[in-house]
């Protein structure tokens, strides 16, 4: 069975030390993620800047771990 990784727009997990067991759950795990930045309105990046909450899962990445 295959695990996955969520990483944010600067590349790093959106939570430590956790793998998702499909790529539904990373999906699900990054829309309840975006609403950390809700009272904020954006996520800062590095390298994008000011990300809107409300697309920062376009900005994300779901990469398939080697087991």
Same mark, same amino acid.
């Given at each position: 069975?295959?695990? /996955?990784?969520?990483?944010?727009? *600067? $590349? &790093?997990? #959106?939570?430590? %030390?956790?793998? /998702?067991?499909? #790529? ?10 975006? &609403?950390? @930045?809700?009272?904020? $309105? ?5 390298? /994008? $800047?000011?990300? *809107?909450?409300?697309?920062?899962? *376009? @900005?994300? %990445? ?6």
């Amino acid at each position: 069975m295959a695990n /996955y990784q969520v990483l944010s727009p *600067d $590349g &790093f997990p #959106i939570e430590r %030390e956790k793998n /998702y067991k499909s #790529i539904n759950t990373a999906k699900k795990a990054v829309n309840k993620w975006k &609403f950390n @930045y809700l009272t904020q $309105g954006y996520y800062s990046s590095q390298k /994008y $800047g000011k990300i *809107d909450w409300r697309i920062l899962p *376009d @900005y994300c %990445e779901i990469i398939k771990l080697q087991n």
